[in-house]
């Protein structure tokens, strides 16, 4: 029986489900961290608003990623959500760096300095 091909999705949220989550203490580089602030901040809030607190996107703050799991939404920020506005955004951050970012989001997403 011939193995059975996923697609990056599903390999992810198997991935972080079945393994230790490789993003849960990566911290990046103090230039990347600032860039990564900055992309989250301009590009991110130019559809979820510059606060985060939602538009054309939803909200992103703390009290709206609550019950959301992380590996969902790291898969969101490295894979887009089809139909929608979000674009992927895997060709710019790493699995580790986009979990920095949604542990960011769930703490409350630092500003730009």
């Known amino acids: 029986m011939g193995a059975i091909a996923l697609g990056p999705r599903i390999a992810l949220i198997l991935g972080c489900l079945f393994a230790p989550a490789a993003w849960a203490d990566a911290t990046p580089q103090p230039g990347r961290e600032l860039q990564l602030v900055r992309m989250v901040r301009q ?23 609550q019950d959301k799991p992380a590996e969902g939404l790291i898969a969101t920020v490295l894979y887009g959500r089809t139909g929608t506005a979000m674009p992927p955004w895997r060709p710019f951050v790493s699995e580790a760096e986009a979990g920095w970012i949604v542990e960011q989001l769930r703490k409350g997403f630092p500003h730009e300095r």
Do not use: N, V, W, Y
Not at 47 to 59: D, E, K, R, S, V
């Open 43 to 65: 590009d991110c809030g130019s559809c979820h608003g510059m606060q985060l607190t939602g538009g054309l996107g939803p909200a992103l703050t703390p009290e709206a990623l």
